[in-house]
T-cell receptor
Framework: AQSVTQLDSHVSVSEGTPVLLRCNYSSSYSPSLFWYVQHPNKGLQLLLKYTSAATLVKGINGFEAEFKKSETSFHLTKPSAHMSDAAEYFCVVSDRDYGGATNKLIFGTGTLLAVQP | GAGVSQSPSNKVTEKGKDVELRCDPISGHTALYWYRQSLGQGLEFLIYFQGNSAPDKSGLPSDRFSAERTGGSVSTLTIQRTQQEDSAVYLC????????????FGSGTRLTVV
């Protein structure tokens, strides 16, 4: 069964320093992987997605993630944190079935990112 | 519409009452999901509709929960005899068939059972 593990429930960084949010996945077939962000009292917003094209995926707001099959990882990074990046981040996996259609999304438990001035 | 619309945005109900939560997906999106986000917890999958296929109900926590999708568009999540542990934000998302382009989430319905 597919699953996703976010290794850190809380991450705190200083403004201007790099961000690393870790995610490992387990999937039977070729997965689609996503990162979503949820700001306080706001809806979920798609940051970026991997769907078997380039392994380094660039998303919005300067975030990117690299799909590493050998490590079953899809870590989210950003070179320089901004105060507005403070939010909760969810790593999500979605398997494809034999027919190629994507099945349900499986969410990680989330990582709360705090950005200190 | 331009996005996924959920109503109501907030619902307070008394324990034991039934509630209905509505989701209007993006026009043309064939896949529709319901998730539940409880305080301090991640998103819990509830049910998944894909086109005319039988829905995947494997995430529904009890037989008090049901959902339907009429005409392949609007979906209603019904919770019967609500309990305090049902208090959560209920999120709906939709996508094109395979979802490769990502899923668009609504703003959710915050349900409080008192």
């Amino acid at each position: 069964a597919q699953s996703v593990t976010q290794l850190d429930s809380h991450v705190s960084v200083s403004e201007g320093t790099p961000v690393l949010l870790r995610c490992n996945y387990s999937s039977s077939y070729s997965p689609s992987l996503f990162w979503y962000v949820q700001h306080p009292n706001k809806g979920l917003q798609l940051l970026l997605k991997y769907t078997s094209a380039a392994t380094l995926v660039k998303g919005i707001n300067g975030f990117e993630a690299e799909f590493k099959k050998s490590e079953t990882s899809f870590h989210l990074t950003k070179p320089s944190a901004h105060m507005s990046d403070a939010a909760e981040y969810f790593c999500v996996v979605s398997d494809r079935d034999y027919g190629g259609a994507t099945n349900k999304l499986i969410f990680g438990t989330g990582t709360l990112l705090a950005v200190q001035p | 519409g331009a996005g996924v619309s959920q109503s109501p945005s907030n619902k307070v109900t008394e324990k034991g009452k039934d509630v209905e939560l509505r989701c209007d997906p993006i026009s043309g999106h064939t896949a529709l999901y319901w998730y539940r986000q409880s305080l301090g917890q991640g998103l819990e999958f509830l049910i998944y509709f894909q086109g005319n296929s039988a829905p995947d109900k494997s995430g529904l926590p009890s037989d008090r929960f049901s959902a339907e999708r009429t005409g392949g568009s609007v979906s209603t999540l019904t919770i019967q005899r609500t309990q305090q542990e049902d208090s959560a934000v209920y999120l709906c998302a939709s996508s094109l068939g395979t979802g490769g382009g990502g899923y668009t989430f609504g703003s959710g319905t915050r349900l409080t059972v008192v």
